[in-house]
């Protein structure tokens, strides 16, 4: 339904504009967990997330799935899509840089295509799709420095980063196989799954990190983060990324997976003063690499080969939303 070739000057700011929210909402990420528990910083993004997503609802006038089928389809979709994810990045910045874990963020399309493809059978397997989740994971041994050796904080950090971003990967073909065929809107889907996940959070959150501090005893800079991640990271971006979808196509929109590592390097450099060591930029392209032979993006594209994976970040996979 979208035209094949759309002026830039329709879709780049807004496209330039999520790459920057989503990039930026690792360093959030990191200013959160020096005061709140990572389940409890998910808690507090995840329901001001809902919360704003409500707002856009209301204003729109659209309405929360009603089938108990596809809640309970919401119900996995939050816990593995959202609940999960954010608080392993939450628990790898305690002990990774965040632009690190921009980086790891990347590595979801290459979980996707062989879920996709063996598990959801919503895909299938080329001979260029394999070179390029080959290509891949070689990336992601890069920026592990596994020549290295493996152990100790940093690395485990490294690895809960990655974790998450197999979360997306797990959970975009999920809701593709069971939730694609709904009549409902992608906003409407992802407002649902937020709220399902901060329901399960408010009770799993205090089994394991007691009760959450009252935001009146957090600093401001942590305040500010919570309502970053919630507000901007969730609800702004979802609308700009729908926009994206709406006016560009999904297959470039899709492509804001390439752009959201080079925001989170730029904030995390600019303004936590991070340093990478070369292996982990260069295992980044790598990466990205990999990502954009399996998409068709490099080399010859067969005609109406559909994108593997949206770009995501968080609440995520209804439709493609943030980080």
């Not at 360093?27 to 507090?44: A, M, Q, R, W």
């Not at 990205?288 to 770009?311: F, I, K």
Request: some cysteine; overall charge positive.
């Amino acid at each position: 339904m979208t035209p094949d070739k759309a002026p830039l000057r329709s879709w780049l700011p807004g496209f330039v504009a999520l790459a920057a929210i989503w990039g930026s909402s690792f360093l959030f990420i990191k200013v959160g967990v020096e005061e709140l528990h990572p389940l409890h910083l998910t808690l507090y993004r995840v329901a001001t997330g809902a919360a704003t997503l409500l707002v856009v609802l209301a204003v729109l006038r659209d309405r929360l799935p009603r089938e108990p089928r596809v809640w309970a389809h919401l119900a996995v979709a939050a816990a593995i899509g959202v609940a999960v994810p954010f608080t392993l990045f939450g628990y790898g910045e305690q002990r990774v840089e965040s632009m690190l874990a921009g980086i790891w963020n990347a590595t979801t399309p290459l979980v996707v295509l062989p879920l996709a493809v063996l598990v959801f059978r919503t895909e299938r397997l080329t001979v260029r799709r394999a070179v390029g989740l080959g290509l891949g994971f070689l990336g992601v041994l890069v920026v592990l420095g596994v020549w290295r050796g493996v152990g100790g904080a940093h690395f485990v950090g490294q690895l809960m980063c990655f974790g998450a971003a197999a979360c997306y990967g797990v959970v975009i073909p999920y809701l593709k196989r069971f939730l694609g065929g709904t009549a409902y809107s992608g906003l409407s889907l992802s407002a649902a799954q937020l709220l399902v996940a901060t329901a399960q959070l408010a009770v799993v959150g205090p089994l394991v990190a007691g009760a959450p501090p009252v935001p009146t005893g957090l600093s401001w800079r942590v305040v500010a983060s919570v309502a970053a991640l919630g507000a901007l990271g969730t609800g702004l971006a979802f609308v700009i990324n729908m926009h994206n979808i709406r006016v560009a196509g999904a297959s470039t929109a899709s492509t804001v997976t390439y752009v959201i590592p080079v925001f989170a390097v730029l904030v995390g450099v600019l303004v936590l003063d991070e340093r990478l060591t070369w292996h982990q930029p260069v295992g980044a392209v790598v990466v990205l690499l990999g990502v954009a032979v399996a998409q068709g993006l490099l080399g010859p594209r067969p005609p109406r080969e559909a994108v593997t994976a949206p770009a995501t970040t968080g609440p995520a996979a209804a439709a493609p939303a943030g980080r």
